[in-house]
């Protein structure tokens, strides 16, 4: 069983950049394909986007592409989320997740281990 950790939150403002974190233990990271999810006040969690394990073809909602990367090192055990160009309406907890799935899944349900989530606020 895998545990994740993610670290990088914060408050910013529109248009500035931040780098999450996800360390992961208790299992070898490279036998999961890993995701970033958020949920905002008052709504459901919604996929950001996901990786497989090799690292290679990530996949990205439309409303995050260009602006977002999704990135891991094996050898550290650890999944980044680059947020760059961030809007208010990206403010959410972001959590990541990790999937025995040999695809990348966007729903939520299809992830088998969660991390704690880690709080980004966009300011105006």
């Known amino acids: 069983q895998v545990q994740l950790v993610e670290s990088g939150g914060g408050l910013v403002q529109a248009g500035a950049s931040v780098r999450l974190s996800c360390t992961a233990s208790?299992?070898?990271?490279?036998?999961?394909?890993m995701g970033w999810f958020r949920q905002a006040p008052g709504k459901e969690r919604e996929f950001v986007a996901a990786?497989?394990?090799?690292?290679?073809?990530?996949y990205y909602v439309d409303s995050v592409k260009g602006r977002f990367t999704i990135s891991r090192d094996n050898a550290k055990n650890t999944l980044y989320l680059q947020l760059d160009s961030l809007k208010p309406e990206d403010t959410a907890v972001y959590y990541c997740?990790?999937?025995?799935?040999?695809?990348?899944?966007?729903?939520?349900?299809?992830?088998?281990?969660w991390g704690q989530g880690t709080q980004v606020t966009v300011s105006s």
């Open positions: 997740a990790a999937t025995t799935r040999l695809f990348l899944p966007t729903n939520r349900y299809q992830y088998n281990y």
């Open positions: 208790g299992g070898t990271f490279s036998n999961y394909a």
């Open positions: 990786i497989f394990r090799s690292g290679l073809n990530p």
